[in-house]
T-cell receptor, first 113, second 112 residues
Framework: EPEVTQTPSHQVTQMGQEVILRCVPISNHLYFYWYRQILGQKVEFLVSFYNNEISEKSEIFDDQFSVERPDGSNFTLKIRSTKLEDSAMYFC???????????FGPGTRLTVT | AQSVTQPDIHITVSEGASLELRCNYSYGATPYLFWYVQSPGQGLQLLLK??????LVQGIKGFEAEFKRSQSSFNLRKPSVHWSDAAEYFC??????????FGGGTRVLVKP
């Protein structure tokens, strides 16, 4: 069964460093998403991406964040200068279209020290 | 603004007993509703979804959920719980194409 994959599973970085979280969505999916879950809090939407551009983003997704689909298979989330409060589990998801369910990857746990 | 409330943070149930997890949502239009399950160290796995039509929907692993518009609820049920059902369960609402809004989750513990 096709699945969304994410690498790395755990990333530790120092405050102020740049990190790139990587995702491989399901191959025939067209819509891609990032969510995050701070420990003990709800899963929160960050951004959705379609046709090589952002279709919606949340207030959390400020100028420190960017997304990219650098090739036909990867979808990345970059945080330019990490803060302590960026420590969270980051989930990538994909869907076939706008009226289809979203499938989630296993997540990347980001720890900022 | 859309929102989801899962009133129960933890539920403990005996193996073989029935399970019901509550979900209440707030959404301005006809909602798309989902239940996801997260086992320790795993991602979010889709259990079932409601888009339209029959208000009782069947999902994987023997779960079902009932959409009640009048109560703005989408409760998840399973008639007989197995030890492997111990996990955290998330209800979510949204337009399917973009932003999903999640509830806070309900952690289910299964007693032998």
């Amino acid at each position: 069964e096709p699945e969304v994959t994410q690498t790395p599973s755990h990333q530790v970085t120092q405050m102020g460093q740049e990190v790139i979280l990587r995702c491989v969505p399901i191959s025939n999916h067209l819509y891609f998403y990032w969510y995050r879950q701070i420990l003990g809090q709800k899963v929160e939407f960050l951004v959705s991406f379609y046709n090589n551009e952002i279709s919606e983003k949340s207030e959390i997704f400020d100028d420190q964040f960017s997304v990219e689909r650098p090739d036909g298979s990867n979808f990345t989330l970059k945080i330019r200068s990490t803060k302590l409060e960026d420590s969270a589990m980051y989930f990538c998801a994909s869907s076939e279209g706008t009226v289809y369910e979203q499938y989630f990857g296993p997540g990347t746990r980001l720890t900022v020290t | 603004a859309q929102s989801v409330t899962q009133p129960d943070i933890h539920i403990t149930v005996s193996e073989g007993a029935s399970l019901e997890l509550r979900c209440n949502y707030s959404y301005g239009a006809t909602p798309y509703l989902f239940w996801y399950v997260q086992s320790p160290g795993q991602g979010l796995q889709l259990l079932l979804k409601y888009f339209s039509g029959d208000t009782l929907v069947q999902g994987i692993k023997g779960f079902e959920a009932e959409f009640k518009r009048s109560q703005s609820s989408f409760n998840l049920r399973k008639p007989s719980v197995h030890w492997s059902d111990a996990a955290e369960y998330f209800c979510a609402v949204g337009p399917a194409g973009n932003k999903l809004t999640f509830g806070g989750g309900t952690r289910v513990l299964v007693k032998p």
